[in-house]
């Protein structure tokens, strides 16, 4: 049996909050290049030693943000995409607030301290954990219609 899709004018929620979360990336990508002149950790280094740079660890703490937002990356984006064929707007918010919550994660984590980064940054994992709840029921409810 075929399931036809239907992809209503809400899913334009969910497109947005993803190219948001793209210039949010290029955003912490600028951060960590402004580091790298500011602490002096010349390319391709992608983690500086501490050994070699009293600043390391603040250098690494920027990096390794913007290096966790990239690894979940993927995650978020099919989870997003998928989950807003289902709920568009629930999606949307989701992903909205995973996008700011994700900011929070980075700054906090910018700091220096890396526990920092879960003060607010992690309820990150609760809107990715919402949405792939949704993914989920998606595909349920595809396998039962």
Known sequence: ????????????????????????????????????????????????????????????????GHQNALEMMPVFFVTLLLSGLYCPIVAAGLGAFYTVARYFYFRGYATGVPENRLKIGGFNFLALLGLMILAAVFGVRLLLS
């Open 1 to 64: 049996m075929a399931v036809t899709l239907e992809i209503t004018n809400d899913y334009g929620y969910v497109v947005l909050v993803l190219v948001l979360y793209i210039f949010f990336n290029f955003w912490m990508a600028i951060q960590v290049g402004k580091a790298r002149r500011k602490y002096k950790v010349s390319y391709p280094t992608l983690y500086a030693i501490e050994s070699e740079n009293k600043d390391a660890k603040l250098f690494n703490c920027i990096q390794r």
